[in-house]
Structures are given as C-alpha cells and as structure tokens.
C-alpha cells in the first residue's frame, strides 16, 4: 500500500477531449499503466476509488469519460445511491447514450487514450492492462483485439453481450488477441448467459488466447458497483483477488 495523487484530466482524442480520472502512487516513479473501463453509469466517485485501489497497488490508473461526446462527466444526473429498478427513467437516458458510441468510435478513442498513456511520464514503458465493467468489459475485449501490441492483459467483470450471434460481436475479435485475458461473470446475469459464456471460451481457446474465465455464483450484474443495488461486497473483493493476480502476472 502506498499514498496515492489523483487528478482529473484532459486527454484529446480524434472526435474532442476526452475528461478523466488520472490516479498513481505518490512517488511519482513510472508504473505499470491500467485503462480502466467504466460501466453504464459513467466517470463518479466510485470508479475514482476504485482507481485509487489500484494506485496503492502500485499502478498508474486513467479512467476515462467515455460518453464524452455527450458533456463532460458527470453525464448523468446519478443518486448516491444507484437503484435502476426505484429510478427506471434512468435507463431511458443512459442507453441511447450507449448505443452512440459504436465500436469503431470506441476504438479510435481506445488508440488515443493508449497513446496519451504512452506519453504520461507517470507510466512506465511498454504495454498496459485493460480491466472493464459491465459494458467497460466489451471495451477491454474489442481494445485488447484493436491494440494487441499495446496490451498485456485485459480483464472483464460482470460484462453484457460479449458473444453473440451479431456480426460485430466483441468475441469475433479473439483471433487479433495476445494479451492474456481474464473474465469474472456472474452467474444471475440475463445479459451473459451461460451459452455467451461458452461462445467466448470457445473462441479464445480456437485463437489460442491465454485466458480463464470463472462464474461468481449468486452474484448479480454489476456486483462490483459499491454505490449500486447489485453490489456484492464477497464477489467485489473477489473480484480485487482476481485482478491484482493477473496484474502481477503481467507485470
């Protein structure tokens, strides 16, 4: 454990500027850099902290507004507390939202934020890690097959809709992948069914991708959210377990 500085920042990309979260240990040495992925709900104070875990882990973390084209973070107007089912008009404001940001915006704005990491004097030289979030852990796939010269490892955590029957699915970029990857899906999750979960192993184990994925049983989509009604602290800390053992790996 070490102290940590953290700042928001600024980082341009091809379409505007992109707001983030920037967080590294207090030293100011090079780390190992860490694209963090946030879930539907956007750039807030959790997905700060959760950053900052990893910075006194040792790492240098940037977290950014991926919803950018729409206002700097926060986007949405968020509860402390979020409970999608006590407040189902959020919903009707976050996914057209979502659905904006195709996968090639995606991934031009993954090039950038892995290019102004490459130049941050706060993270070390080489290839950096990807971890995601529900709709973050799609980002980390597609960016791990977009970028495989940038990206050592990649892990998704409760993630949606990673294989399925569409012609853009994240799964079909498995083939351009070299990063190991890692996957904690949960197990009462409608949006990853067991069939998706086996599609996904399927296709990394054709392309030879080094990964491993596990079901956290009784966990609910978006169980590492601390400030949502889906969190499950044992999954949650399960969760770090899982992550900090790949990054370790890694680096």
Same mark, same amino acid.
């Given at each position: 454990?070490?102290?940590?500085?953290?700042?928001?920042?600024?980082?341009?990309?091809e379409?505007?500027v992109?707001d983030?979260?920037?967080?590294?240990p207090g030293?100011?040495?090079?780390?190992?850099?860490?694209l963090?992925?946030?879930? !539907?709900?956007?750039?807030?104070?959790?997905l700060?902290?959760?950053a900052?875990?990893?910075?006194?882990?040792?790492y240098?973390?940037?977290v950014?507004n991926?919803?950018?084209?729409?206002?700097?973070?926060?986007?949405?107007?968020?509860?402390e507390?979020?409970d999608p089912a /006590?407040?189902?008009?959020?919903w009707?404001?976050?996914?057209?939202?979502m659905q904006s940001?195709t996968?090639?915006?995606?991934?031009?704005?993954?090039?950038a934020?892995?290019?102004?990491?490459?130049?941050?004097p706060?993270?070390a030289d080489?290839?950096? &890690?990807l971890?995601?979030?529900c709709?973050g852990?799609r980002?980390?796939?597609?960016?791990a097959?977009?970028?495989?010269?940038?990206?050592a !490892?990649? /892990?998704?955590? =409760?993630?949606g809709?990673?294989a399925?029957?569409?012609?853009d699915?994240?799964?079909?970029v498995a083939? =351009?992948?070299?990063?190991e990857?890692?996957?904690?899906?949960?197990?009462?999750d409608h949006s990853?069914?067991p069939?998706q979960?086996?599609?996904l192993?399927?296709?990394?184990t054709a392309?030879g991708?080094r990964?491993?994925?596990?079901?956290?049983?009784?966990?609910?989509h978006?169980y590492?959210q &601390?400030?949502t009604s889906?969190?499950?602290?044992?999954a949650?800390?399960?969760?770090? /377990?899982?992550?900090?053992d790949?990054?370790?790996?890694?680096?």
């Amino acid at each position: 454990m070490t102290s940590v500085q953290a700042t928001d920042v600024d980082v341009p990309t091809e379409d505007g500027v992109a707001d983030a979260y920037l967080a590294h240990p207090g030293d100011g040495l090079p780390r190992p850099g860490v694209l963090l992925y946030q879930d !539907a709900f956007g750039l807030r104070p959790h997905l700060r902290s959760m950053a900052d875990r990893l910075a006194e882990a040792g790492y240098t973390v940037l977290v950014p507004n991926v919803f950018y084209r729409h206002g700097r973070s926060p986007v949405f107007e968020l509860p402390e507390f979020i409970d999608p089912a /006590a407040r189902p008009e959020l919903w009707g404001k976050i996914a057209p939202v979502m659905q904006s940001l195709t996968p090639e915006l995606a991934m031009r704005d993954a090039g950038a934020y892995l290019r102004w990491m490459a130049e941050r004097p706060e993270v070390a030289d080489g290839p950096v &890690a990807l971890t995601g979030y529900c709709m973050g852990a799609r980002l980390a796939l597609r960016t791990a097959g977009a970028y495989p010269d940038r990206v050592a !490892a990649a /892990a998704g955590f =409760h993630g949606g809709q990673l294989a399925t029957d569409a012609p853009d699915s994240p799964h079909l970029v498995a083939e =351009h992948v070299t990063a190991e990857l890692y996957f904690g899906h949960a197990d009462a999750d409608h949006s990853m069914p067991p069939e998706q979960m086996e599609r996904l192993a399927g296709a990394l184990t054709a392309a030879g991708v080094r990964h491993r994925y596990e079901v956290y049983e009784g966990a609910h989509h978006g169980y590492t959210q &601390a400030d949502t009604s889906a969190y499950d602290q044992a999954a949650a800390e399960r969760h770090w /377990a899982a992550l900090l053992d790949l990054l370790k790996r890694t680096f």
